[in-house]
């Protein structure tokens, strides 16, 4: 089976987003909804091969329910009907660093008390003695880099996570982070999750630094989310919809071929809420692309695309 590399392991080259089943729209809360679809579709994927479920903990439906994602991933993973040694082989990763309080105030925090306490409560959520992935969510622009994130790798050193990366960090903070922790070889960084799709290219620096000390780059919303998919699924931006009828695929299953054929590196997560989406997904590891394919579906899209403020610590708390 063709894999790709997370650090210490080698992963399916596609995972699966789990947010949303719990936020915003909250899939997993009715218990109908739950069974009837939000479990089938992680275990469709699990059973056509993933081993990367990706979460977080202010994936819930309100602010005081969180780890409500958490808990949904560890009971998908428990109730799979498979044996324990391919159990054994599913990687969950979570993140922190991000919060909500009462009233749905968002914010950020990345104080060594508050990462240990919020990796330990994920911890528990998910059922496990060590978490397999923890990435810290969001910068906390009321402390230095070199603190907070001297703060994550103590998530690790302490024995809670096993491995750690980062979310929505610019280059040159990846770069701050290799420096300070290493590169997966040296028991450092190992991920960076940031937005990248088709209608979002702006870290191209940040991928070709991951490229270059094989750290797994993987793309949140990779196939745009619910606001930009719709341009390309349309056939309004892009040449997917011409080359997936050519090749009698979905658009969304060329657009996930397209990212694996981008980098080496990148291990896109998919949302994950119904078992066809889900197979459809894990299709596109199985569809052929050429290098002039790719390039062409690359050379068809928008030049200019509107910059995310995510990757700013200094920007507005964003959800």
Sequence with gaps: MTTRRLGPWQVYPIGLGCMNVSWPRGAALERDTREGSAIPALHAGLDDGVTLLDTADIYAPSWDTLGHNEE????????WGADQGRKDGVLVATKGGITRSEGEKWGRNG???????????????????VIDLWQHHRLDPSLPFETQFENVLELKSRGIVAEIGVSNYNAAQVKKALDIGGTPDQGGLISVQN?????YRHDLDVLALCESVDVAFLPWSPLGGSK?????????AGGFVEMAQQKDVTPEALVLAWLLAYSPVIIPIPGATRPESVRDSVSAVSIPLTDDERDALSASLP?????????????????
Excluded: H, Q, W
């Design 72 to 79: 949904f991933v560890a009971e998908a993973r428990d109730t």
């Design 228 to 236: 930009k998919v719709n341009l390309i699924t349309s056939g309004a």
């Design 111 to 129: 104080s060594l008390e508050y990462l240990v306490g919020a990796a330990e409560r994920s911890r528990e959520r998910l059922g496990v003695d």
């Design 195 to 199: 937005e990248f799709s088709p209608m």
């Design 303 to 319: 030049e200019s695309l509107p910059r995310s403020g995510e990757l700013e610590p200094t920007a507005p708390f964003a959800t």
